[in-house]
């Protein structure tokens, strides 16, 4: 608030001696006065979507949706979020995924949830095959695109050398 953040307002109430009041205590007089606002009030509201640190966007799951049985218990068994990959196949498939399914990101990007962009793998060892022949097929097209080139050099000298116009 107002450009200052609330470890150096903390930092400065510690330099000149003014006491800080318990967080309870901060809290029961925000309660008080209506300024806690949680979910969809509050300011920072995201309509229920954020980005994970892995960079898969998380998205709130209504206890009332086929998909609730899927969210992320991971970390918290009260969490309502869900993996937003596997929650858009699983309503395009019309079913829940099993855990051990895989959503795979056919472009690699983890944040690209496009239908057209994701592939349910039957395990963890399919999708890093994947991975893996993704890999060698990458570095073999890079392969094949220097040869390429190499060839079109060798060409282009060849043509030059012997005083023929390239018509290509």
Known sequence: ???VSST???????????PLRPQSQAMVLLKERGLTKRGHLSQAWKNGRHL????YWMVLIDPDDFVFPMTHKKFKATSRYALEHRVILARYLGRLLEPWEVVHHKNGIKADNRIENLELLPSDDNHKYNHLVEKRMKAYINELEQQIELL???ITGFLEENHVSNCG
């Open 1 to 3: 608030m107002l450009g």
């Open 8 to 18: 150096a307002v903390k930092n400065n109430f510690k330099r000149y001696s003014i």
């Open 52 to 55: 994970s640190p892995q960079g």
């Open 152 to 154: 079109k050099a060798t």
